[in-house]
């Protein structure tokens, strides 16, 4: 099993930035980010393969956000810029040492989980 520790989250202003980092206990073959808003279903927010450089960004944060890695340290970093309230909630990372068969990812398709960092947006 991957551990993921989360860090970066925190409370900014409509239209601040905030950079979260995942770090992960060994390599793994893709890394996801997800976020929950409370009474809210888990969404996804980007995908990465840092084996391959490939990312995925969900329409959600599409053009306002970039997925950058350090694979020395096995860590992969989400930055978001121009936040909205809506984009308010807990980040969750996730990772899978495996392909999931499916691109984008799904939630499924992940089985290691952090604990998640809190992001909150105010307008």
């Known amino acids: 099993q991957v551990q993921l520790v989360e860090s970066g989250g925190g409370s900014v202003e409509a239209g601040g930035s905030l950079r979260l980092s995942c770090a992960a206990s060994?390599?793994?073959?893709?890394m996801g980010w997800f976020r929950q808003a409370p009474g809210k279903e888990r969404e996804g927010v980007a995908y990465t393969y840092p084996g391959q450089g490939v990312t995925y960004y969900t329409d959600s944060v599409l053009d306002r956000s970039t997925v950058s890695q350090d694979n020395a340290k096995n860590t992969v970093y989400l930055q978001v810029n121009n936040l909205k309230p809506e984009d308010s909630g807990m980040y969750y990372c996730a990772a899978s040492k495996y392909d999931g068969g499916s691109y984008p990812p799904s939630r499924g398709d992940f089985p290691d989980w952090g604990q998640g960092t809190q992001v909150t947006v105010s307008s």
């Open positions: 060994e390599s793994t073959y893709m």
